[in-house]
């Protein structure tokens, strides 16, 4: 049974920096390409960042610079460091596996998805 467990999250002011990290289990790590998403209160869950089995990236335009995604195949585990954050980044963070042909930029390309984590971005 897959698991992915985000942790990382929380408050920070405008300009600040934050690092999620997701622990995933009960998969071959490094085979699976791996998502970040978030949802912000009233609106759809919308893509942040992809990272391919071969280390590929992509990038939503409005993180574009400011977040980067990465992965460390010996820890099972994928981050994203988030810099020049802003109030509205401010959303629940959620890691995901991409399932084999799925749409790196849709939530219906991803499989198994983690609980979330929040990040809570002051003015």
């Known amino acids: 049974q897959v698991q992915l467990v985000e942790s990382g999250g929380g408050l920070v002011q405008a300009g600040g920096s934050l690092r999620l990290s997701c622990a995933a289990s009960g998969l071959t790590f490094s085979s699976h390409s791996m998502g970040w998403f978030r949802q912000a209160p009233g609106k759809e869950r919308e893509f942040v960042a992809a990272i391919s089995w071969s280390m590929s990236t992509n990038y939503a335009d409005s993180v574009k610079g400011r977040f980067t995604i990465s992965r460390d195949n010996d820890k099972n585990t994928v981050y994203l460091q988030m810099n020049s954050l802003k109030p509205e980044d401010t959303a629940v963070y959620y890691c995901?596996?991409?399932?084999?042909?799925?749409?790196?930029?849709?939530?219906?390309?991803?499989?198994?998805w983690g609980q979330g984590t929040q990040v809570t971005v002051s003015s």
């Open positions: 995901a596996r991409r399932q084999a042909g799925g749409n790196r930029y849709a939530n219906t390309g991803y499989d198994s």
